[in-house]
């Protein structure tokens, strides 16, 4: 069983940052690859970014290249997303998810992660 817990989400203008958290318990978290997702009102969730078991390989969607930033510690059993130049297209509930391998392929499939955490509302005013 693995245990996920979402923070640092809020309410920021546009072009502003956030860094989100998500602190894992449970399962050895070092040897799985984590993914961050995001649900708009009204659409489907969508992946964001993904990183490998060590933080060696890191996956993005195209509309946060260059502006988010996935990163883990994995003595502190978190991975973190550095969200900068924020849009607010990018307003969304963001999830963590354990994904069921150590290198995230597959990383933008949901059906890869087996444990999910509840979730952080990112607002992004214009």
């Known amino acids: 069983q693995v245990q996920l817990v979402e923070s640092g989400g809020g309410l920021v203008q546009a072009g502003g940052s956030l860094r989100l958290s998500c602190a894992a318990s449970?399962?050895?978290?070092?040897?799985?690859?984590m993914g961050w997702f995001r649900q708009a009102p009204g659409k489907e969730r969508e992946s964001v970014t993904g990183?490998?078991?060590?933080?060696?390989?890191?996956y993005y969607r195209d509309s946060v290249k260059g502006r988010f930033t996935i990163s883990r510690d994995n003595a502190k059993n978190t991975v973190y997303l550095q969200m900068n130049s924020l849009k607010p297209e990018d307003t969304a509930v963001y999830y963590c998810?354990?994904?069921?391998?150590?290198?995230?392929?597959?990383?933008?499939?949901?059906?890869?992660?087996?444990?999910w955490g509840q979730g952080t509302q990112v607002t992004v005013s214009s």
């Open positions: 990183i490998s078991w060590n933080g060696g390989r890191t």
């Open positions: 449970g399962r050895t978290f070092s040897s799985s690859a």
């Open positions: 998810a354990a994904h069921k391998s150590s290198m995230g392929l597959s990383w933008g499939v949901e059906d890869t992660y087996d444990y």
